[in-house]
């Protein structure tokens, strides 16, 4: 498991955040042979070089997840790079999903909402000014057509997502089992000596 800091607004929480899974978000940004990492294009923050942490940012504006940037330590197995790369894949999926879905939804939720205020004979504003709004149960009509007719695309999302979880989660436990192996070979190679 890796401990990540949280960035607020291009600051940094000092709180420490331990995570199973990968988080939701685009993937992380370029980095050099030594670890470091520069910014990475579109997230608007950069992790200081000596970072040692996978660095989460502010939510995006479009998909409202958080950006992970992933440290990539300077002798980086091909097993954790694997892990790496299916974490950044998996966040770049979510990051597609739920921006593309995000978009539609408010498109259609204030499509919804013309339609009816046009029925009624209403405007979209009032005379004061005021966004019109409709009332719960006309809302809670538009959430249960929406649900309806994305239902295909979030089942497939689902299944998705859990291929890529069970996947990530298996080379967790292969990059533990190696470090564990490693650390024994180490040990006993030193407790010899």
Not at 10 to 28: K, Q, V
Not at 36 to 60: K, Q, T, V, Y
Not at 62 to 77: C, G, Q
Not at 172 to 179: I, S
Request: charge should be positive; glycine fraction near 8%; hydrophobic fraction near 35%.
């Amino acid at each position: 498991m890796a401990a990540v800091r949280v960035l607020r607004g291009g600051g940094c929480c000092r709180h420490r955040h331990r995570f199973l899974f990968s988080s939701s978000s685009a993937g992380g940004g370029p980095t050099t042979e030594r670890g470091e990492r520069h910014e990475s294009a579109g997230l608007g923050f950069s992790p200081p070089a000596h970072s040692r942490n996978d660095w989460i940012g502010p939510p995006d504006k479009h998909s409202n997840l958080r950006p992970v940037i992933f440290y990539v330590p300077p002798k980086e197995s091909p097993l954790e790079r694997r892990l790496r790369e299916a974490r950044q894949e998996a966040q770049a999926c979510d990051q597609r999903f739920w921006a593309q879905h995000n978009r539609a939804f408010r498109q259609e939720k204030e499509e919804f909402i013309y339609s009816r205020l046009k029925a009624k004979g209403l405007e979209m504003r009032d005379e004061t000014g005021q966004k019109a709004t409709l009332n719960a149960e006309e809302m809670a009509d538009f959430y249960k057509d929406f649900l309806s007719k994305n239902f295909r695309k979030h089942m497939q999302y689902n299944r998705d997502w859990y291929k890529r979880n069970f996947t990530i989660t298996f080379l967790m436990g292969q990059v533990a089992l190696a470090r564990a192996l490693r650390w024994l070979r180490w040990k006993k190679k030193n407790v010899g000596n």
